[in-house]
C-alpha cells in the first residue's frame, strides 16, 4: 500500500512534469504561462514535505504571483503577435543542442543516482526543531548570518528597476532615426521570410 | 520510503525539461519560461539536500540546523524574479524594434 | 718664462679645443637670438683665443723641445678614458681620448687657427647680410673644433673622430644654402665621396690594431717591426682571399702559390684610400669642384687650407708606417703627380674662377702628395704651409672680386664667369695687389714661398728612390723596390704640371683683372626686378639709383675683407723664408725643426740618386722655366692676343676642347659604372621590399587571419539558442572531464633511494596501489591516501600500478614505472 506521503509526492511530481510540458511544448504562450504557474504550484507543494514553510509560501507569492502574472501581462500586450509562424530553420542546431543536453542530463542523473545511494542517507532525519523552515528561523539568519546577501539582493533589485525603466521605455529622443532604419530592415527581412515559406497561420 | 534521491531525480527532470525547451523554442517569451521551469528545479534539489542533512550542522546565530539551502533558493527567487522583470523588458524593446518575438530573428550581431 | 711645467698634462690644449667648440655651441644655440654683432664677436674671440693659446704652447714646446735631451718635445693632455679592446695577440690595448702637440702638430695648429682666424674675420663682412650668419659661424667653429682634433689627436680613434668632424662640417657648409637642390647635392657628394675614403681608414685601423697592438702614435711605432714580418700570420693575404684553399668547384681559382701582401702595404693602401678621399685626389677627387657651391669663406678655410691637408697631415703622420712599404710610396708617389697633371689640364679650360682655384687645388695637392709619396716629407708638408697661404689668399681675393661683380651682375652664375670680368685692377686695387702676390706664389716666381715648396719637391721627386729600411732584417726575402725611371717620370710629370699652373693661374689672373671689362652688357638691371634675382653674394642693403646709372662698376671690398688679403698675402711672398732650398742656409729651420718627427721614417729608406748635387741646379732651372714659359704663353695668349689663339685652338679641336671643359667626363663615367650599380641594387632592394616582404609579411598573414576568421565567424549567427547550444556542449565536455577518475602519478625523490610516488587529488578519490608488481592490489579495499613510500636499490626498475576510484564509483588504472639509475662509476 502507497503511503500519504508517497502518493502526495508522487501527485505534486506528476503535475509539476505536467506543467513543464505544457510549457515547453505549447503553441500559445498563454498556455505556456498557465503551464508554469502549474509548475510553481507543484513545486511549492513540494517544498512543503521538506520542512520549507516559508520558502513555499514565498514562491507561492513571488513566482505565481508577480512573475507570471508580469509574463501574461506582457503576452497579452503582444497580442496575435506573440505567436510567431513557425518554420524549421535552424533545425540542425537546435535539435543538436538538445540532444546533447538531454544525453548528458540522463547521464549525471544516472551518476548522481549511484553516487547517492552509495551514501546511505534516507528520510526521515532525528527530529529536528520545529522552528525549522520557519518564518522565525528565516528571519534569524538572513539578518544575522546572510544579511550581506540580503542587501546585496536588494541592491540588484533596485539595479533591475532601473533597468527596466531604461530598456522598456519608448522612443528616446535622437535615436528615432537608427530605430527607424533598424525597424524598416526588419520588417523588409521579415516580409521576405513570409514570401520564402508561404503564409500560414 | 521518499528518499532524496527521488527528489533529485524529478529535479533532474524538470531540469532537463526545461532545458530542451530552452534549447527548441524559438519564440523568447516560451524560452524565458523554460528558464523559469530549470529555476524551480534547480530551488527543488536545493531544498531537498538541505532536508537531507547533506552537509553537517553549521554553527551560526541561529544555533539550530543549517538553513543553507533554503536560503539559497530565497535568493534564487529573488534574483531570479529581477531576471524575469529585464529579461521581459528587453523582449518588449526588441518587439518594438523588430515587431517579432521569433529569438530567430535577433540576428543583428550575426557576423 | 716656463711654459710647460707639466709636459704630460698640458692643460692648455683644452682651451685651444675648447674655444672654437664653446664657440660653435654658442652661436648654433642662442646665435639668432643674440643678434649679429655678437655671434661675430664670440666666432672671433673664439678662434683668435685658440690661436693665441696656440701660440703660446708652440712657445712652451720649443722650450720643452730645447729641454729635452734627443729634441723631441712633446705636450700631452688627457681629457678622459674612452674604451679598452684587446689586440690581435690579446693584450689589452686602452684607448684614450689623448691629445698631444708634437713639433709637426704644432705647425700645423698655427696654421690652422691663424689661417682661420683671418678667413673668419674676412667671413664677418662677407656674410654680413646672410639670414644665417649664426648657423654659419657655428658650423665654422665647429669645423675649427674638428680640424684641431684631427691634428692633436694622440691616436687613430680621436683622429678618425675629427676626420669625420670636418667631413660633416664641409657638407653642412657646402650645403649652406641648401635651397638651392643643388648646393644639398654638392654638400651630399662630398659626404658620400668621403665616405668612401673613410672606409679604407677604417680597414687600416682594424689591421693596425691587429697587427702592432696599438692605436697611438707611440704604441704604432714600437709595434711597427711586425707590419713587414715575413711568417705568415703577419701577411695579409690578398688571393685566395684571406687564407685558406680553394677546392672541390672552385679548384680552378686556386693560385701555384698563395698571393700575400705585408701589411704594412696592406695599410699603406688603405690610408692612402682615406686620404684621396679628404684631400681630393684620383679616384675621389670628384666632389671638390662640385664642393665650390658653398660660399667662398668656406672654400677658402676648408677646401684650399686646412681640411683637404688632412690627408698629407696623416701620411706625415704615419710615414714610419709608409716608408715599410716602397710599394705604397710608389703608389702615393703616383696618384699624386697623376691628379697633379690631370686637374691642371682641367683648370686650363674652365671658366669660372672659383672652379679654375678648385682645380689648381685638386693640383696642388697632387704636389703634396707626390712629396711625401717619393719620401720628402718635410717638403711635402711645407707645401702644406705654403698651400694654405696663398690658396687661402686667392679664394678670398676671389670672394672679393665675386662680391663686386655680384653688386653688378646680379645672377650667381654670371658673376663668377670670367669671361665676364676684365680690367678689375682699377677698380678693385687691394684685391688686385693680393691676388697678384698670391700668383706670383703658385707659380713659383723665385723667392716666394711657393717656389721653395715647389722646387724642393720637384728636386726630390726626381733624385729619391724607396727602399725597404728593413732590408737588413729581412734577408733573403723578395722585397718590392719602385722601378728606377719611376723618379725622373715624376720629375717630368710634375715639371709639365708646373708648366700648366703657371698657365693657367697667369690666364686667371689677366683675364680678371687686365683688359678692358666686358660685364657691361651681362644682367643690366633694367631687365628685370631687383629683388627677385638678388643672389647669395649680393652684400648690398638697397641699391636706390645705382641701379639705374649706366656706368655702374664694381667696387673694392671693405676693409674686412681687404685686411686679411694684405696679411695673406705678405705671407704667401715671405713665409719662404722658413725652409729655402738651394743651400741658402745651413739647415733650414722648418727643417731642423720636424727633423725629430720624420727621422725614424728617413732612416734607411730613401737612398738619394748619384751625384744628387748636380741635379739641384738641373731641377732649379727646369722648374723656372716651367714657369716662365708657362706665365708667357699666358702673357701672349690674354694680354697681347687678346685671347684669339686660345679660341682659335679652341675651335680647331671642338671635341677635345668639350671633354676637357666637362671635367674628362669622369663624374659621367662615375654615373655610368658605380652609381648605376647603387641605384639597380637600390631598385632590386626596393622590388623585394614592396614585392616579398610586403606581399609576404602583410599580405599573407592578413590572409590568414582573414581566413581564420571566416572560418570561425560561421559560428556567429547571432541567434542566442545557437550560442546556449554551444554552452551545453562545452559543459557536457566538462562534465565528462570530472565525471571520469584521472589517475596520474608523479614520482619524487628519485636522486636518493627513498622514492615517493604521489597521486593526483581529485574530488571524492579514492586510491589502491600494487606496489610490488605482482599484479594484484595491495589492500582489497581502496584508500584516501594519496601517496606510496618505497625504497630502491640502485638500478631497480619496479612497476607501479595505481587504481582510482571516484564518488560515481568508476576506476582508472595507470602504470608507472620507477626506476633508479646506477650510481656514476666514476666522478669526474
Same mark, same amino acid.
Given at each position: 500500500?502507497?503511503?500519504?506521503?508517497?502518493?502526495?509526492?508522487?501527485?505534486?511530481?506528476?503535475?509539476?512534469?505536467?506543467?513543464?510540458?505544457?510549457?515547453?511544448?505549447?503553441?500559445?504562450?498563454?498556455?505556456?504561462?498557465?503551464?508554469?504557474?502549474?509548475?510553481?504550484?507543484?513545486?511549492?507543494?513540494?517544498?512543503?514535505?521538506?520542512?520549507?514553510?516559508?520558502?513555499?509560501?514565498?514562491?507561492?507569492?513571488?513566482?505565481?504571483?508577480?512573475?507570471?502574472?508580469?509574463?501574461?501581462?506582457?503576452?497579452?500586450?503582444?497580442?496575435?503577435?506573440?505567436?510567431?509562424?513557425?518554420?524549421?530553420?535552424?533545425?540542425?542546431?537546435?535539435?543538436?543542442? !538538445?540532444?546533447?543536453?538531454?544525453?548528458?542530463?540522463?547521464?549525471?542523473?544516472?551518476?548522481?543516482?549511484?553516487?547517492?545511494?552509495?551514501?546511505?542517507?534516507?528520510?526521515?532525519?532525528?527530529?529536528?526543531?520545529?522552528?525549522?523552515?520557519?518564518?522565525?528561523?528565516?528571519?534569524?539568519?538572513?539578518?544575522?548570518?546572510?544579511?550581506?546577501?540580503?542587501?546585496?539582493?536588494? !541592491?540588484?533589485?533596485?539595479?533591475?528597476?532601473?533597468?527596466?525603466?531604461?530598456?522598456?521605455?519608448?522612443?528616446?529622443?535622437?535615436?528615432?532615426?537608427?530605430?527607424?532604419?533598424?525597424?524598416?530592415?526588419?520588417?523588409?527581412?521579415?516580409?521576405?521570410?513570409?514570401?520564402?515559406?508561404?503564409?500560414?497561420? | 520510503?521518499?528518499?532524496?534521491?527521488?527528489?533529485?531525480?524529478?529535479?533532474?527532470?524538470?531540469?532537463?525539461?526545461?532545458?530542451?525547451?530552452?534549447?527548441? &523554442? &524559438?519564440?523568447?517569451?516560451?524560452?524565458?519560461?523554460?528558464?523559469?521551469?530549470?529555476?524551480?528545479?534547480?530551488?527543488?534539489?536545493?531544498?531537498?539536500?538541505?532536508?537531507?542533512?547533506?552537509?553537517?550542522?553549521?554553527?551560526?546565530?541561529?544555533?539550530?540546523?543549517?538553513?543553507?539551502?533554503?536560503?539559497?533558493?530565497?535568493?534564487?527567487?529573488?534574483?531570479?524574479?529581477?531576471?524575469?522583470?529585464?529579461?521581459?523588458?528587453?523582449?518588449?524593446?526588441?518587439?518594438?524594434?523588430?515587431?517579432?518575438?521569433?529569438?530567430?530573428?535577433?540576428?543583428?550581431?550575426?557576423? | 718664462?716656463?711654459?710647460?711645467?707639466?709636459?704630460?698634462?698640458?692643460?692648455?690644449?683644452?682651451?685651444?679645443?675648447?674655444?672654437?667648440?664653446?664657440?660653435?655651441?654658442?652661436? *648654433?644655440?642662442?646665435?639668432?637670438?643674440?643678434?649679429?654683432?655678437?655671434?661675430?664677436?664670440?666666432?672671433?674671440?673664439?678662434?683668435?683665443?685658440?690661436?693665441?693659446?696656440?701660440?703660446?704652447?708652440?712657445?712652451?714646446?720649443?722650450?720643452?723641445?730645447?729641454?729635452?735631451?734627443?729634441?723631441?718635445?712633446?705636450?700631452?693632455?688627457?681629457?678622459?678614458?674612452?674604451?679598452?679592446?684587446?689586440?690581435?695577440?690579446?693584450?689589452?690595448?686602452?684607448?684614450?681620448?689623448?691629445?698631444?702637440?708634437?713639433?709637426?702638430? +704644432?705647425?700645423?695648429?698655427?696654421?690652422?687657427?691663424?689661417?682661420?682666424?683671418?678667413?673668419?674675420?674676412?667671413?664677418?663682412?662677407?656674410?654680413?647680410?646672410?639670414?644665417?650668419?649664426?648657423?654659419?659661424?657655428?658650423?665654422?667653429?665647429?669645423?675649427?673644433?674638428?680640424?684641431?682634433?684631427?691634428?692633436?689627436?694622440?691616436?687613430?680613434?680621436?683622429?678618425?673622430?675629427?676626420?669625420?668632424?670636418?667631413?660633416?662640417?664641409?657638407?653642412?657648409?657646402? *650645403?649652406?644654402?641648401?635651397?638651392?637642390?643643388?648646393?644639398?647635392?654638392?654638400?651630399?657628394?662630398?659626404?658620400?665621396?668621403?665616405?668612401? *675614403?673613410?672606409?679604407?681608414?677604417?680597414?687600416?685601423?682594424?689591421?693596425?690594431?691587429?697587427?702592432?697592438?696599438?692605436?697611438?702614435?707611440?704604441?704604432?711605432?714600437?709595434?711597427?717591426?711586425?707590419?713587414?714580418?715575413?711568417?705568415?700570420?703577419?701577411?695579409?693575404?690578398?688571393?685566395?682571399? *684571406?687564407?685558406?684553399?680553394?677546392?672541390?668547384?672552385?679548384?680552378?681559382?686556386?693560385?701555384?702559390?698563395?698571393?700575400?701582401?705585408?701589411?704594412?702595404?696592406?695599410?699603406?693602401?688603405?690610408?692612402?684610400?682615406?686620404?684621396?678621399?679628404?684631400?681630393?685626389?684620383?679616384?675621389?677627387?670628384?666632389?671638390?669642384? @662640385?664642393?665650390?657651391?658653398?660660399?667662398?669663406?668656406?672654400?677658402?678655410?676648408?677646401?684650399?687650407?686646412?681640411?683637404?691637408?688632412?690627408?698629407?697631415?696623416?701620411?706625415?703622420?704615419?710615414?714610419?708606417?709608409?716608408?715599410?712599404?716602397?710599394?705604397?710610396?710608389?703608389? $702615393?708617389?703616383?696618384?699624386?703627380?697623376?691628379?697633379?697633371?690631370?686637374?691642371?689640364?682641367?683648370?686650363?679650360?674652365?671658366?669660372? $674662377?672659383?672652379?679654375?682655384?678648385?682645380?689648381?687645388?685638386?693640383?696642388?695637392?697632387?704636389?703634396?702628395?707626390?712629396?711625401?709619396?717619393?719620401?720628402?716629407?718635410?717638403?711635402?708638408?711645407?707645401?702644406?704651409?705654403?698651400?694654405?697661404?696663398?690658396?687661402?689668399?686667392?679664394?678670398? +681675393?676671389?670672394?672679393?672680386?665675386?662680391?663686386?661683380?655680384?653688386?653688378?651682375?646680379?645672377?650667381?652664375?654670371?658673376?663668377?664667369?670670367?669671361?665676364?670680368?676684365?680690367?678689375?685692377?682699377?677698380?678693385?686695387?687691394?684685391?688686385?695687389?693680393?691676388?697678384?702676390?698670391?700668383?706670383?706664389?703658385?707659380?713659383?716666381?723665385?723667392?716666394?714661398?711657393?717656389?721653395?715648396?715647389? @722646387?724642393?719637391?720637384?728636386?726630390?721627386?726626381?733624385?729619391?728612390?724607396?727602399?725597404?729600411?728593413?732590408?737588413?732584417?729581412?734577408?733573403?726575402?723578395?722585397?718590392?723596390?719602385?722601378?728606377?725611371?719611376?723618379?725622373?717620370?715624376?720629375?717630368?710629370?710634375?715639371?709639365?704640371?708646373?708648366?700648366?699652373?703657371?698657365?693657367?693661374?697667369?690666364?686667371?689672373?689677366?683675364?680678371?683683372?687686365?683688359?678692358?671689362?666686358?660685364?657691361?652688357?651681362?644682367?643690366?638691371?633694367?631687365?628685370?626686378?631687383?629683388?627677385?634675382?638678388?643672389?647669395?653674394?649680393?652684400?648690398?642693403?638697397?641699391?636706390?639709383?645705382?641701379?639705374?646709372?649706366?656706368?655702374?662698376?664694381?667696387?673694392?671690398?671693405?676693409?674686412?675683407?681687404?685686411?686679411?688679403?694684405?696679411?695673406?698675402?705678405?705671407?704667401?711672398?715671405?713665409?719662404?723664408?722658413?725652409?729655402?732650398?738651394?743651400?741658402?742656409?745651413?739647415?733650414?729651420?722648418?727643417?731642423?725643426?720636424?727633423?725629430?718627427?720624420?727621422?725614424?721614417?728617413?732612416?734607411?729608406?730613401?737612398?738619394?740618386?748619384?751625384?744628387?748635387?748636380?741635379?739641384?741646379?738641373?731641377?732649379?732651372?727646369?722648374?723656372?722655366?716651367?714657369?716662365?714659359?708657362?706665365?708667357?704663353?699666358?702673357?701672349?695668349?690674354?694680354?697681347?692676343?687678346?685671347?684669339?689663339?686660345?679660341?682659335?685652338?679652341?675651335?680647331?679641336?671642338?671635341?677635345?676642347?668639350?671633354?676637357?671643359?666637362?671635367?674628362?667626363?669622369?663624374?659621367?663615367?662615375?654615373?655610368?659604372?658605380?652609381?648605376?650599380?647603387?641605384?639597380?641594387?637600390?631598385?632590386?632592394?626596393?622590388?623585394?621590399?614592396?614585392?616579398?616582404?610586403?606581399?609576404?609579411?602583410?599580405?599573407?598573414?592578413?590572409?590568414?587571419?582573414?581566413?581564420?576568421?571566416?572560418?570561425?565567424?560561421?559560428?556567429?549567427?547571432?541567434?542566442?539558442?545557437?550560442?546556449?547550444?554551444?554552452?551545453?556542449?562545452?559543459?557536457?565536455?566538462?562534465?565528462?572531464?570530472?565525471?571520469?577518475?584521472?589517475?596520474?602519478?608523479?614520482?619524487?625523490?628519485?636522486?636518493?633511494?627513498?622514492?615517493?610516488?604521489?597521486?593526483?587529488?581529485?574530488?571524492?578519490?579514492?586510491?589502491?596501489?600494487?606496489?610490488?608488481?605482482?599484479?594484484?592490489?595491495?589492500?582489497?579495499?581502496?584508500?584516501?591516501?594519496?601517496?606510496?613510500?618505497?625504497?630502491?636499490?640502485?638500478?631497480?626498475?619496479?612497476?607501479?600500478?595505481?587504481?582510482?576510484?571516484?564518488?560515481?564509483?568508476?576506476?582508472?588504472?595507470?602504470? $608507472?614505472?620507477?626506476?633508479?639509475?646506477?650510481?656514476?662509476?666514476?666522478?669526474?
Amino acid at each position: 500500500m502507497i503511503s500519504l506521503a508517497e502518493a502526495y509526492f508522487f501527485l505534486c511530481a506528476f503535475v509539476a512534469v505536467v506543467g513543464s510540458l505544457t510549457v515547453v511544448a505549447s503553441r500559445g504562450p498563454i498556455r505556456s504561462a498557465m503551464g508554469l504557474f502549474l509548475v510553481i504550484v507543484a513545486v511549492a507543494g513540494l517544498f512543503l514535505p521538506l520542512h520549507a514553510q516559508f520558502l513555499a509560501a514565498i514562491q507561492f507569492i513571488v513566482y505565481a504571483g508577480a512573475v507570471v502574472v508580469l509574463l501574461l501581462f506582457i503576452i497579452m500586450m503582444l497580442g496575435p503577435d506573440a505567436i510567431p509562424a513557425s518554420d524549421r530553420r535552424g533545425l540542425f542546431a537546435r535539435v543538436l543542442g !538538445a540532444s546533447v543536453f538531454i544525453i548528458s542530463g540522463t547521464f549525471a542523473l544516472a551518476l548522481s543516482n549511484h553516487a547517492l545511494s552509495a551514501l546511505h542517507s534516507s528520510f526521515p532525519q532525528p527530529k529536528m526543531e520545529a522552528s525549522f523552515g520557519g518564518i522565525d528561523s528565516f528571519g534569524m539568519i538572513l539578518f544575522t548570518d546572510d544579511v550581506v546577501p540580503l542587501e546585496l539582493s536588494a !541592491a540588484l533589485l533596485l539595479v533591475a528597476v532601473v533597468g527596466v525603466l531604461a530598456v522598456a521605455q519608448g522612443h528616446v529622443n535622437g535615436s528615432g532615426k537608427v530605430l527607424a532604419d533598424l525597424r524598416a530592415t526588419a520588417r523588409r527581412a521579415a516580409l521576405r521570410a513570409d514570401e520564402a515559406r508561404g503564409r500560414s497561420t | 520510503m521518499i528518499s532524496v534521491e527521488h527528489y533529485v531525480a524529478l529535479s533532474s527532470i524538470l531540469f532537463m525539461i526545461g532545458g530542451l525547451g530552452f534549447l527548441v &523554442r &524559438r519564440n523568447v517569451l516560451v524560452a524565458l519560461m523554460s528558464i523559469e521551469v530549470m529555476l524551480n528545479a534547480c530551488n527543488l534539489a536545493f531544498v531537498a539536500f538541505n532536508r537531507a542533512r547533506i552537509s553537517p550542522v553549521s554553527a551560526s546565530a541561529y544555533g539550530g540546523a543549517s538553513h543553507a539551502g533554503q536560503i539559497f533558493a530565497f535568493f534564487v527567487i529573488a534574483v531570479e524574479a529581477a531576471e524575469v522583470a529585464v529579461g521581459l523588458a528587453i523582449v518588449l524593446a526588441f518587439y518594438r524594434l523588430c515587431s517579432t518575438v521569433r529569438s530567430d530573428d535577433a540576428n543583428h550581431l550575426k557576423n | 718664462m716656463r711654459f710647460a711645467s707639466h709636459p704630460h698634462d698640458f692643460a692648455l690644449i683644452a682651451i685651444i679645443l675648447g674655444m672654437p667648440l664653446l664657440g660653435a655651441f654658442v652661436n *648654433g644655440l642662442w646665435g639668432a637670438r643674440l643678434g649679429k654683432r655678437a655671434v661675430r664677436l664670440m666666432a672671433l674671440l673664439a678662434v683668435g683665443s685658440s690661436f693665441l693659446a696656440s701660440i703660446a704652447a708652440f712657445v712652451a714646446l720649443a722650450q720643452t723641445t730645447a729641454e729635452s735631451g734627443d729634441g723631441q718635445g712633446k705636450l700631452a693632455w688627457t681629457a678622459w678614458q674612452w674604451m679598452r679592446t684587446t689586440s690581435g695577440q690579446g693584450a689589452v690595448v686602452a684607448i684614450d681620448v689623448k691629445f698631444s702637440i708634437d713639433a709637426l702638430s +704644432g705647425v700645423m695648429m698655427l696654421v690652422v687657427t691663424g689661417v682661420g682666424f683671418l678667413i673668419h674675420w674676412y667671413a664677418t663682412a662677407y656674410m654680413a647680410n646672410d639670414s644665417g650668419f649664426a648657423r654659419f659661424f657655428a658650423y665654422l667653429n665647429l669645423f675649427i673644433f674638428s680640424m684641431l682634433v684631427l691634428i692633436l689627436a694622440d691616436n687613430l680613434p680621436v683622429l678618425f673622430v675629427g676626420w669625420e668632424g670636418v667631413g660633416l662640417c664641409s657638407y653642412l657648409l657646402i *650645403g649652406f644654402w641648401y635651397e638651392k637642390s643643388a648646393n644639398a647635392s654638392a654638400g651630399k657628394k662630398a659626404f658620400i665621396a668621403n665616405r668612401v *675614403g673613410d672606409f679604407g681608414l677604417l680597414c687600416a685601423m682594424f689591421m693596425l690594431l691587429h697587427y702592432t697592438g696599438a692605436l697611438d702614435w707611440n704604441g704604432i711605432a714600437n709595434g711597427a717591426t711586425s707590419l713587414v714580418h715575413p711568417g705568415d700570420p703577419f701577411r695579409v693575404h690578398v688571393w685566395p682571399i *684571406g687564407g685558406g684553399e680553394y677546392t672541390g668547384m672552385l679548384h680552378f681559382l686556386q693560385p701555384a702559390r698563395p698571393y700575400t701582401i705585408s701589411a704594412a702595404t696592406a695599410i699603406g693602401l688603405s690610408i692612402l684610400l682615406g686620404c684621396t678621399g679628404k684631400s681630393a685626389q684620383i679616384p675621389l677627387y670628384v666632389w671638390l669642384p @662640385d664642393a665650390m657651391a658653398g660660399p667662398t669663406p668656406v672654400s677658402a678655410l676648408i677646401h684650399a687650407a686646412t681640411m683637404v691637408t688632412a690627408g698629407i697631415y696623416l701620411i706625415c703622420r704615419l710615414s714610419f708606417i709608409f716608408v715599410l712599404s716602397p710599394f705604397t710610396m710608389m703608389a $702615393i708617389a703616383i696618384v699624386g703627380a697623376a691628379t697633379a697633371l690631370l686637374a691642371a689640364t682641367i683648370a686650363t679650360v674652365q671658366n669660372d $674662377i672659383k672652379k679654375v682655384l678648385a682645380y689648381s687645388t685638386i693640383s696642388q695637392l697632387g704636389f703634396m702628395f707626390l712629396g711625401v709619396g717619393v719620401g720628402a716629407f718635410t717638403a711635402g708638408f711645407f707645401h702644406v704651409f705654403t698651400h694654405a697661404f696663398f690658396k687661402a689668399c686667392l679664394f678670398l +681675393g676671389a670672394g672679393s672680386v665675386i662680391h663686386g661683380m655680384h653688386a653688378r651682375i646680379h645672377d650667381d652664375e654670371k658673376a663668377q664667369d670670367i669671361r665676364n670680368m676684365g680690367g678689375l685692377r682699377k677698380w678693385m686695387p687691394h684685391t688686385h695687389k693680393t691676388f697678384a702676390a698670391a700668383t706670383a706664389a703658385i707659380i713659383g716666381v723665385p723667392l716666394t714661398s711657393g717656389f721653395f715648396s715647389k @722646387d724642393e719637391i720637384l728636386y726630390r721627386a726626381y733624385i729619391n728612390h724607396s727602399v725597404n729600411p728593413m732590408a737588413r732584417l729581412l734577408k733573403g726575402v723578395r722585397l718590392y723596390e719602385p722601378p728606377e725611371w719611376l723618379g725622373p717620370v715624376l720629375f717630368w710629370i710634375a715639371v709639365l704640371a708646373a708648366a700648366l699652373t703657371s698657365f693657367y693661374m697667369c690666364r686667371l689672373y689677366f683675364l680678371v683683372f687686365w683688359g678692358d671689362f666686358r660685364g657691361w652688357a651681362v644682367g643690366r638691371p633694367s631687365q628685370a626686378a631687383p629683388e627677385e634675382i638678388h643672389g647669395n653674394a649680393d652684400l648690398h642693403d638697397s641699391h636706390g639709383d645705382d641701379l639705374m646709372r649706366p656706368g655702374y662698376a664694381p667696387h673694392e671690398s671693405p676693409w674686412q675683407m681687404t685686411v686679411p688679403l694684405i696679411i695673406l698675402a705678405a705671407f704667401s711672398l715671405f713665409a719662404g723664408v722658413i725652409n729655402p732650398g738651394f743651400h741658402l742656409m745651413a739647415e733650414p729651420p722648418l727643417e731642423h725643426w720636424l727633423h725629430p718627427v720624420f727621422a725614424d721614417a728617413l732612416a734607411d729608406s730613401i737612398h738619394v740618386r748619384s751625384r744628387a748635387a748636380y741635379f739641384e741646379g738641373f731641377s732649379a732651372a727646369v722648374g723656372f722655366m716651367a714657369f716662365a714659359v708657362g706665365s708667357i704663353v699666358a702673357w701672349w695668349a690674354y694680354v697681347a692676343q687678346g685671347g684669339q689663339p686660345t679660341a682659335r685652338l679652341a675651335g680647331a679641336f671642338p671635341r677635345l676642347y668639350g671633354l676637357v671643359r666637362d671635367k674628362w667626363r669622369i663624374d659621367e663615367l662615375y654615373d655610368a659604372t658605380v652609381i648605376a650599380q647603387v641605384d639597380s641594387l637600390a631598385e632590386t632592394a626596393s622590388v623585394f621590399d614592396s614585392g616579398v616582404v610586403d606581399g609576404l609579411v602583410s599580405k599573407l598573414t592578413s590572409l590568414v587571419v582573414a581566413t581564420a576568421g571566416s572560418i570561425l565567424r560561421v559560428l556567429q549567427n547571432g541567434v542566442v539558442q545557437m550560442y546556449a547550444a554551444w554552452m551545453v556542449i562545452g559543459l557536457a565536455s566538462i562534465g565528462w572531464f570530472f565525471a571520469v577518475p584521472h589517475a596520474q602519478a608523479t614520482v619524487s625523490g628519485a636522486d636518493s633511494e627513498d622514492v615517493i610516488v604521489s597521486a593526483a587529488p581529485g574530488v571524492g578519490y579514492a586510491y589502491r596501489w600494487d606496489a610490488n608488481g605482482d599484479g594484484r592490489p595491495d589492500t582489497p579495499e581502496f584508500s584516501a591516501y594519496p601517496t606510496l613510500k618505497m625504497h630502491l636499490t640502485p638500478g631497480q626498475v619496479v612497476n607501479v600500478t595505481l587504481e582510482v576510484k571516484n564518488a560515481f564509483g568508476f576506476v582508472a588504472t595507470r602504470v $608507472i614505472s620507477v626506476s633508479m639509475p646506477h650510481a656514476p662509476t666514476s666522478s669526474l
